[in-house]
């Protein structure tokens, strides 16, 4: 059924900048909620960001709004992360996912919809 494949994970200060990438079987691509997740050790996973790639609609928890970007090259099935202004809270293993929409009422896309996962990529941010 394809598969997700993440790339662009490293270490990095306080305050600075990565960029992760994902690229995308045309099988999941084709599908309508793509996003980020991460998960820091003995924490649960948690939603980073969210495009409903249909109509490029995005999401973002408080935790990462105005310093996260999530994007999208169709042209390339491949899915982007850009993270600005990092913070030690921010490392963790993060997970690109792909899953099918579905309107709960106030999201097409909202975590329980992705069941599609990435092997995941590690970012360590350092004080």
């Known amino acids: 059924q394809g598969q997700l494949v993440e790339s662009g994970g490293g270490s990095v200060q306080a305050g600075g900048s990565l960029r992760l990438s994902c690229v995308a079987s045309?099988?999941?691509?084709?599908?309508?909620?793509m996003g980020w997740f991460r998960q820091a050790p003995g924490k649960e996973r948690e939603e980073v960001a969210v495009?409903?790639?249909?109509?490029?609609?995005?999401y973002y928890p408080d935790s990462v709004k105005g310093r996260f970007t999530i994007s999208q090259d169709r042209t390339k099935n491949t899915l982007y992360l850009q993270m600005d202004s990092l913070k030690p809270e921010d490392t963790a293993t993060y997970y690109c996912?792909?899953?099918?929409?579905?309107?709960?009422?106030?999201?097409?896309?909202?975590?329980?919809?992705?069941?599609?996962w990435g092997q995941g990529t590690q970012v360590t941010v350092s004080s």
């Open positions: 045309e099988y999941l691509y084709s599908k309508y909620c």
């Open positions: 495009i409903y790639t249909g109509r490029g609609s995005t």
């Open positions: 996912a792909a899953g099918d929409a579905r309107f709960d009422g106030s999201r097409s896309c909202p975590p329980r919809q992705f069941g599609s």
